[in-house]
C-alpha cells in the first residue's frame, strides 16, 4: 500500500518509534527496534540523507504559547496562471500565522491553517496580510471549535 522499497520494514519501525518519541536517543532507540546502536545509527543516517526524515521539532500546545485561536481560510484567487500561484506561494511563506498552506484541485485553490492570539488578532491578520495576498479574490473562512486529531504520524 504505497511503500517505498528503499524503506524497508526495520525502517519503517525506526520511523514509527520517531515519530512516537522524537526524543529518543540512539541506544534507546536501538533497543526498540532491535538492533544495536551503530546499525540503527546507520540506517538513521541514511533516512535522513535520503529526505525520508525531514526534520526534528517539539509539538507546542497553541493556547498555551497565546495562539489558541484557529481558522481555516479557503483562498480562490483571480487566475491560475503560474505567474499568479508563484506569487501566491512565495507571499504565504512569508506569513509566519500561516501552519499549513495546500494548493488543491479545483475550488477554492487553496486551504490555509491559521492561528492568531484572538478573533481581533484574526482579523488584523486577515485585513492586512492575507486579503491582501497576490492574486486573492475571494477569502472564505471557517473557524475551528476544537482539534480531534492533531499532530498524528504517518500509518507506516
Do not use: C, W
Not at 17 to 35: F, K, P, S
Not at 57 to 73: C, I, K, M, S, T
Not at 122 to 136: C, I, K, N, R, S
Amino acid at each position: 500500500m504505497g511503500k517505498n522499497p528503499a524503506v524497508d520494514d526495520l525502517d519503517r519501525e525506526i520511523l514509527a518509534q520517531l515519530q512516537a518519541d522524537g526524543r529518543l536517543t540512539l541506544t534507546e532507540l536501538a533497543d526498540r527496534v532491535g538492533l544495536t546502536v551503530s546499525p540503527a545509527h546507520r540506517r538513521l543516517r541514511a533516512l535522513e540523507r535520503e529526505g525520508v526524515i525531514t526534520g526534528y521539532r517539539a509539538q507546542l500546545d497553541p493556547a498555551r504559547v497565546g495562539l489558541g485561536f484557529e481558522a481555516l481560510v479557503f483562498v480562490t484567487i483571480t487566475e491560475s496562471s503560474a505567474r499568479t500561484v508563484a506569487a501566491f506561494e512565495q507571499a504565504v511563506v512569508e506569513i509566519p500565522h500561516v501552519l499549513q498552506a495546500q494548493r488543491l484541485f479545483g475550488t477554492p485553490d487553496f486551504l490555509l491553517r491559521v492561528v492568531a492570539a484572538d478573533l481581533t488578532g484574526f482579523q488584523q491578520l486577515y485585513d492586512t496580510e492575507l486579503a491582501t495576498l497576490p492574486g486573492v479574490q475571494k477569502l472564505t473562512s471557517t473557524l475551528v471549535m476544537k482539534s480531534v486529531v492533531e499532530g498524528r504520524g504517518l500509518p507506516l
